[in-house]
């Protein structure tokens, strides 16, 4: 996702999805996603997930099940383009080039802390502008 969010940020000078990134021991991680799919472990993401939407009352939410249709067919194709290249890494190269970048090494010690900042959608455009060889989507 980290990735995928970078070509958005290049291409349409906006990221893909609303949550930030934080800097974790195992990467760029939005927490968000993490919490709604720790159900699958270190395996597959084999269904999708749903929302909950909390109302104004307590107790009180919705639930919105996933669809597809809600995504634009230019960025599912973007996105199935992109993701078809990335499949060919594997999960600890891509680990292994995220922890190299500067983005994170400088934050390394609070990062081991747990008081690192979050990544910023301006320095991972930038960054990536600045190092195109890291431009795995392409």
């Known amino acids: 996702l980290y990735f995928i969010n970078a ?4 291409e349409d000078n906006a990221p893909l999805f609303t949550e930030s990134f934080e800097k974790w021991a195992f990467g760029p991680t939005v927490v968000e996603i993490r919490d709604s799919t720790s159900q699958f472990g270190a ?3 084999t269904k999708t997930i749903n929302t ?4 104004d009352e307590p107790f009180d939410f919705d639930i919105i099940p996933f669809n597809s249709d809600d995504i634009d067919v230019d960025t599912k194709n973007r996105l199935a ?3 078809a290249k990335l499949i060919d890494y594997k999960v600890f190269q891509l680990l292994g080039i995220v ?7 400088k934050d ?3 990062v081991m802390t747990y008081s ?10 930038q960054y990536f502008i600045d190092n195109p060889k890291e431009q795995l989507w392409q």
């Open 7 to 10: 070509q958005f940020l290049i």
């Open 43 to 45: 395996g597959a993401i």
């Open 52 to 55: 909950i939407k909390f109302n």
């Open 81 to 83: 383009k992109s993701f």
């Open 99 to 105: 922890l190299a970048q500067g983005l994170y090494t």
């Open 108 to 110: 390394k010690d609070a």
């Open 116 to 125: 690192a900042p979050n990544y910023k959608n301006s320095e991972i455009r």
